[in-house]
Each structure stands twice: as structure tokens, then as C-alpha cells.
């Protein structure tokens, strides 16, 4: 289904926000017009569902997991049966999104299954860069205290902007057929302030250019099938997608109703921009997703919702790769408890988990989070 993400550093990174809600939109007197705009919907009938029955619609679920990585690219079984590779992909979901580890398909995963979410797959190559491809809990301290296990995670190989650190980037607030999506005022206040989110915490800088062709990071609006093997689809659906660094590219769905006012008045059906943009730099950046749910990394994303700051996870997860901003403010995020309280404990871990950072996880953090809202 998605060949061209197999190799990962050359290939696209796909960022899916699926608005799975079914919405009633009033258009005409009398009458609401119900606008079912998620291909996931249908998996809500599939609650209940366990290894060893076979029930139309469980390909599908099947593709869905083989989507997001979490059943190979080479598995012969794509029929409706709910069979030991299912039910394996459904424990490792479970785990990524902490649920219930069972293996069946209860009314939670189902409801997690089918919320809009980012398309950057959780597993590249094989490799989890959540919750399952840690240990599921670490005990600390004398007490006994429980750490959640980290979230912040990275790319396979740890893809990084290297030893630059002042980036440009270059906005088209037009569409590649040239018509204008959203103010061009707007975007570049939208992009300013999600750069700004995470040049709070390191030492990079980022400024626009209307030069686009000496540009680091490209930023655009495209229609459906624009040349890098990942179509958009209209209305809904897919958002966005962007690469892992040094590439710099980032596009966004031209169809999609992008929300740029900045503040909580996102439309129901709306998808805010700020917010999409401060998750999908985290990735062009070298970020891959993160089980903490307050994180900005988290794959999920609400539609006619705001989230635009970064967590504690984010904060944990950046600077592992960048270091922290040398002037020492980071006003975007205040310090945490959990930093004070465990630093040493957590650095140790973390550096315990070096070997595995090159397989593309990492890190031990709690998930904490801050909302300036
Ligand atoms: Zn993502
Ligand atoms: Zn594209």
C-alpha cells in the first residue's frame, strides 16, 4: 500500500489526519445534510471482535494497521479473518496507546482506532517508536515508584539538521495550481509562532525567506497526487505529510478547511493550522511520534481543537537531539517537577537507552503537560 515509505530516510512522511467524526452540517431548511467523511468509520462495528472470527471489514482493519506499520508490508493474510498477526498488531496498538493489552478489539481501542490522527506511521522498518518498543514499565526508587516509560521518540537512524542551526523556511500560502488557500499574513504569523514553539528549547533559529529556492524547509498547499508518491484526498482525510531532516518539505492538503484564527474558535469541522504546523516541524525536525497524550507529537489530532504547546515529552524529546536554547529561556514551557524530582535518575536511563536510540526509540520521561491556554 505504501511502497514508497518502506525505504525511510528517501521517503515521504505521511501525516493523515483523519477527521473520523461523522458530521451533521445544516445546509438546507429543514433538513441536516450528514457529511461521513472518514473511511474509518465502519470500524466501529468491528467491537468485540476477537482472534479466530472472520467478519466483513477486518481487511480493512487489517490495511489500516499495515498503514501505520504495524503489520508488514509482506503479509499474505489481507482477508477478513482476525488471525494471530491481527491480534499481534492490535496488542502492539494497544500498548503504543495505553490500552488495555488484550488483543481484542473492545470499545476503546475501537474508539482510539477511529479518532483523526496523524499518518507518520508508529512503526518504520519494523521499528516501534512508541510505548511497545520499550520495556512496559520501569520501578524506581527506593519506593517503588512507578515511571511510565518514555514517549518522545526519534526516526530510524536519528535523522537530524546536523551541525546547522539557523534554518529558513519558505511559505506558499497558494496551491500548486496557484489558487490561495489561506492569508498569506496569516500563514506566516501561523508559521512564525510553531517555529518559535520549538526555538524556545534549543539553539535553532528560524527565519522566513521568500527565496525559495535556497530555502531549508519549503512549506505548500497540494491537490491530490503532486509527485511524491503520496496523494492527497480531498476533504478531510489525509492533512498533511512532511519529511524527516535535512529534506525540509512540508505540504498541506489545499482542500482541506484550515482554521487560521489564533485563537479557540476552531470550527467543529475545522482543521487548525497552528497545530498541525508545530506537530509536523517537530518531525522535520527529526521527532517521530510520542505516546504521551498530551504531547504535541502524539499522533492523534482532534478536529476544531487547538493544541500548540509544546509538553514537557516535546520539550525532553527535542533537546535530546538539539540541546537546549544556550540563552536558558525557555518561556514556552515551564520546568517541571518531574525534571527536578527524577533528573538524575531519568538522564541515567536515558543514556542506558543509547543503543536503542539508533534503532529509532529512546528516552524516559513522565508525561507531563502544560497548557498556557
Ligand atoms: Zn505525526
Ligand atoms: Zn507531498
Given at each position: 500500500?505504501?511502497?514508497?515509505?518502506?525505504?525511510?530516510?528517501?521517503?515521504?512522511?505521511?501525516?493523515?489526519?483523519?477527521?473520523?467524526?461523522?458530521?451533521?452540517?445544516?445546509?438546507?431548511?429543514?433538513?441536516?445534510?450528514?457529511?461521513?467523511?472518514?473511511?474509518?468509520?465502519?470500524?466501529?462495528?468491528?467491537?468485540?471482535?476477537?482472534?479466530?472470527?472472520?467478519?466483513?471489514?477486518?481487511?480493512?482493519?487489517?490495511?489500516?494497521?499495515?498503514?501505520?506499520?504495524?503489520?508488514?508490508?509482506?503479509?499474505?493474510?489481507?482477508?477478513?479473518?482476525?488471525?494471530?498477526?491481527?491480534?499481534?498488531?492490535?496488542?502492539?496498538?494497544?500498548?503504543?496507546?495505553?490500552?488495555?493489552?488484550?488483543?481484542?478489539?473492545?470499545?476503546?481501542?475501537?474508539?482510539?482506532?477511529?479518532?483523526?490522527?496523524?499518518?507518520?506511521?508508529?512503526?518504520?522498518?519494523?521499528?516501534?517508536?512508541?510505548?511497545?518498543?520499550?520495556?512496559?514499565?520501569?520501578?524506581?526508587?527506593?519506593?517503588?515508584?512507578?515511571?511510565?516509560?518514555?514517549?518522545?521518540?526519534?526516526?530510524?537512524?536519528?535523522?537530524?539538521?546536523?551541525?546547522?542551526?539557523?534554518?529558513?523556511?519558505?511559505?506558499?500560502?497558494?496551491?500548486?495550481?496557484?489558487?490561495?488557500?489561506?492569508?498569506?499574513?496569516?500563514?506566516?504569523?501561523?508559521?512564525?509562532?510553531?517555529?518559535?514553539r520549538w526555538s524556545a528549547v534549543t539553539p535553532?533559529?528560524?527565519?522566513?525567506?521568500?527565496?525559495?529556492?535556497?530555502?531549508?524547509?519549503?512549506?505548500?498547499?497540494?491537490?491530490?497526487?503532486?509527485?511524491?508518491?503520496?496523494?492527497?484526498?480531498?476533504?478531510?482525510?489525509?492533512?498533511?505529510?512532511?519529511?524527516?531532516?535535512?529534506?525540509?518539505?512540508?505540504?498541506?492538503?489545499?482542500?482541506?478547511n484550515w482554521n487560521v484564527n489564533s485563537d479557540?474558535?476552531?470550527?467543529?469541522?475545522?482543521?487548525?493550522?497552528?497545530?498541525?504546523?508545530?506537530?509536523?516541524?517537530?518531525?522535520?525536525l527529526g521527532l517521530g511520534h510520542s505516546s504521551?497524550?498530551?504531547?504535541?507529537?502524539?499522533?492523534?489530532?482532534?478536529?476544531?481543537?487547538?493544541?500548540?504547546?509544546?509538553?514537557?515529552?516535546?520539550?525532553?524529546?527535542?533537546?535530546?537531539?538539539?540541546?537546549?536554547?544556550?540563552?536558558?529561556?525557555?518561556?514556552?514551557?515551564?520546568?517541571?517537577?518531574?525534571?527536578?524530582?527524577?533528573?538524575?535518575?531519568?538522564?541515567?536511563?536515558?543514556?542506558?537507552?543509547?543503543?536503542?536510540?539508533?534503532?529509532?526509540?529512546?528516552?524516559?520521561?513522565?508525561?507531563?503537560?502544560?497548557?498556557?491556554?
Amino acid at each position: 500500500m505504501r511502497a514508497s515509505s518502506s525505504g525511510f530516510l528517501a521517503a515521504a512522511i505521511l501525516i493523515a489526519v483523519v477527521l473520523a467524526t461523522a458530521v451533521s452540517v445544516s445546509g438546507h431548511p429543514g433538513h441536516d445534510i450528514n457529511i461521513t467523511s472518514s473511511p474509518w468509520d465502519s470500524f466501529n462495528e468491528l467491537v468485540g471482535c476477537h482472534r479466530g472470527v472472520n467478519q466483513t471489514g477486518l481487511a480493512n482493519l487489517k490495511q489500516y494497521f499495515h498503514y501505520f506499520g504495524y503489520i508488514p508490508e509482506n503479509d499474505p493474510n489481507s482477508d477478513d479473518t482476525f488471525d494471530d498477526i491481527l491480534e499481534n498488531a492490535i496488542k502492539t496498538y494497544q500498548r503504543n496507546f495505553n490500552l488495555n493489552v488484550s488483543g481484542v478489539l473492545d470499545a476503546a481501542t475501537v474508539a482510539q482506532v477511529v479518532r483523526p490522527r496523524c499518518g507518520v506511521p508508529d512503526i518504520v522498518n519494523g521499528t516501534t517508536t512508541m510505548n511497545s518498543g520499550k520495556s512496559s514499565k520501569t520501578q524506581r526508587g527506593s519506593g517503588g515508584v512507578v515511571h511510565s516509560v518514555a514517549h518522545f521518540s526519534f526516526f530510524p537512524d536519528r535523522p537530524t539538521w546536523g551541525d546547522k542551526r539557523d534554518l529558513t523556511y519558505y511559505l506558499d500560502s497558494s496551491s500548486s495550481s496557484s489558487q490561495q488557500i489561506v492569508d498569506a499574513q496569516r500563514m506566516s504569523v501561523i508559521f512564525s509562532r510553531a517555529f518559535s514553539r520549538w526555538s524556545a528549547v534549543t539553539p535553532l533559529t528560524f527565519r522566513e525567506t521568500d527565496t525559495r529556492s535556497s530555502a531549508d524547509i519549503r512549506v505548500g498547499f497540494y491537490s491530490d497526487d503532486h509527485g511524491d508518491g503520496e496523494p492527497f484526498d480531498g476533504l478531510l482525510g489525509t492533512l498533511a505529510h512532511a519529511f524527516s531532516p535535512p529534506d525540509g518539505r512540508l505540504h498541506l492538503d489545499a482542500a482541506e478547511n484550515w482554521n487560521v484564527n489564533s485563537d479557540d474558535s476552531v470550527g467543529f469541522t475545522q482543521v487548525d493550522l497552528e497545530s498541525v504546523a508545530v506537530h509536523e516541524i517537530g518531525h522535520l525536525l527529526g521527532l517521530g511520534h510520542s505516546s504521551v497524550e498530551e504531547a504535541i507529537m502524539y499522533p492523534s489530532i482532534t478536529s476544531g481543537s487547538r493544541r500548540v504547546d509544546l509538553a514537557a515529552d516535546d520539550v525532553d524529546g527535542i533537546q535530546e537531539l538539539y540541546g537546549s536554547n544556550p540563552n536558558g529561556a525557555s518561556p514556552a514551557v515551564p520546568s517541571t517537577q518531574e525534571r527536578e524530582t527524577s533528573d538524575s535518575d531519568s538522564r541515567l536511563l536515558r543514556r542506558g537507552s543509547a543503543t536503542i536510540l539508533t534503532t529509532g526509540l529512546i528516552g524516559l520521561s513522565t508525561s507531563l503537560f502544560f497548557s498556557l491556554l
